[in-house]
């Protein structure tokens, strides 16, 4: 059964960097032709896709993001990350990672999430 | 970017009833592979979201028959044939036609 785990602060300084990683179990990231989501939910709101990148190192990035985003694998680990810097009260939400299975965004399995806050 | 417009946004049901949610692109969803991407997610109350439709039609692994995916160019449904209390939750359709992919605001089913 795949499982993804997401971890890291719930609390961020506005300006900050937000740094998340999730974690897969079974499934490996070095033998699969997936890609592999951050999605994000503010509180209260709907869900807003934030990135995905590939186990070539390939990545596509929301525009309203680019410059600030990065999503990075670390095959040795099994485990990609979200990086997200210059974070203001606006990128306060519930962070998903999701496995993409097929080509079209078809996120078979997801993390239970984990909520950032960015304050002061 | 492709914008994703959902009706009705609340939806009370009755079990046993069907339901409909409408799902509008702002431009066709259409691949140049024939296929129309388009998916179908529910969220149930403090969950995860779960993948219930993918491609416009195909219901992924373990979903009831009663959920079912249609629609082309810029025009989507979702319908239930008979709701359970289990279906309540908010539905989310989402674009996957070109970057960056997009959801609807949501419809929240409730009974």
């Known amino acids: 059964q795949v499982r993804l785990q997401e971890s890291g602060p719930g609390l961020v300084r506005p300006s900050g960097t937000l740094s998340l990683t999730c974690g897969v179990s079974?499934?490996?990231?070095?033998?699969?032709?997936?890609?592999w989501a951050w999605v994000r939910q503010p509180p209260g709101k709907g869900l807003e896709w934030i990135g995905e990148i590939h186990h070539s190192g390939s990545t596509n990035y929301h525009p309203s993001l680019e410059g600030r985003v990065t999503i990075s694998m670390d095959k040795s680990h099994n485990e990609f990350s979200l990086r997200l810097t210059s974070v203001t009260a606006a990128d306060t939400a519930l962070y998903f990672c999701a496995r993409d299975i097929l080509v079209g965004a078809v996120y078979d399995v997801w993390g239970q999430g984990t909520m950032v806050t960015v304050s002061s | 970017e492709i914008v994703m417009t959902q009706s009705p946004r609340s939806l009370p049901v009755t079990p046993g009833e069907p339901a409909s949610i409408s799902c509008w692109s702002s431009q066709s969803l259409l691949q140049t592979d024939g296929i129309h991407y388009l998916e179908w997610y529910l969220q149930k109350p403090g969950k995860s979201p779960q993948l219930l439709i993918y491609?416009?039609?195909t219901r992924a692994s373990g979903v009831p028959d009663r959920f079912t995916g249609s629609g082309s160019g810029t025009d989507f449904t979702l319908r239930i044939s008979r709701v359970e209390t289990e279906d309540v939750g908010v539905y989310y359709c989402m674009q996957a036609r070109q970057g960056p992919y997009t959801f609807g605001q949501g419809t929240k089913l409730e009974i």
């Open positions: 491609s416009t039609s």
């Open positions: 079974g499934d490996s990231l070095k033998n699969n032709d997936n890609w």
